[in-house]
């Protein structure tokens, strides 16, 4: 069964420092969105990218957030100049039209 | 703002028993519902869908909505120690959006041997 593929599954970097979380969407879907999960929380939207371009983000998706799919096959979150509270898992999602979403099996991000 | 709650448990069912998980949203305009499961440690894992007042069954699981009433529902019926896990309702947004999910906090669900 196709997966989504995310990389990498641990990410641990020094605060202020940029990170870039990648995505391989299921190849023929077109949509696909950006969710985080800080430990014991609920998931949170981040941001929907369809088209090659943002589609809607959420109040959490501030200036230090920005995402891409530079090449085609990547899809990737990149955040520009990490906090503390940056720490969380950080899941990929993609859909075909009108069909449910699937998920990455997450990359955890650890903020020191 | 757009609200998906549930019990967050811990739902402690013996193995063999049938298993229920509720969820109420405050968007009246909603269409869309999911669950999905949750290991620990581990992401979301589709397991129903459902967009259409009533019930829908898939193997031991059974959705049910009521859009009246603003209530989604999971059965897990004769549960197993697998079905262990944090049971998530989603709701898909609505009026614009590109489709991104609204998830209540989950509940806990344990299956004792």
């Known amino acids: 069964e196709p997966e989504v593929t995310q990389t990498p599954s641990h990410q641990v970097t020094q605060m202020g420092q940029e990170v870039i979380l990648r995505c391989v969407p299921i190849?023929?879907?077109?949509?696909f969105y950006w969710y985080r999960q800080i430990l014991g929380q609920k998931v949170e939207f981040l941001v929907s990218f369809y088209n090659n371009e943002i589609s809607e983000k959420s109040e959490i998706f501030d200036d230090q957030f920005s995402v891409e799919r530079p090449d085609g096959s990547n899809f990737t979150l990149k955040i520009r100049s990490t906090k503390l509270e940056d720490s969380a898992m950080y899941f990929c999602a993609t859909r075909d039209s009108n069909q449910p979403q699937h998920f990455g099996d997450g990359t955890r991000l650890s903020i020191l | 703002q757009k609200e998906v709650e549930q019990n967050s448990g811990p739902l402690s069912v013996p193995e063999g028993a049938i298993a229920s998980l509720n969820c109420t949203y405050s968007d009246r305009g909603s269409q869309s519902f999911f669950w999905y499961r949750q290991y620990s440690g581990k992401s979301p894992e589709l397991i129903m869908s459902i967009y259409s007042n009533g019930d829908k069954e898939d193997g031991r699981f059974t959705a049910q909505l009521n859009k009246a009433s603003q209530y989604v529902s999971l059965l897990i019926r004769d549960s197993q120690p697998s079905d262990s896990a944090t049971y998530l309702c989603a709701v898909k947004g609505e009026g614009g959006s590109q489709g991104n999910l609204i998830f209540g906090k989950g509940t806990k669900l344990s299956v004792k041997p």
């Open positions: 190849s023929n879907h077109l949509y």
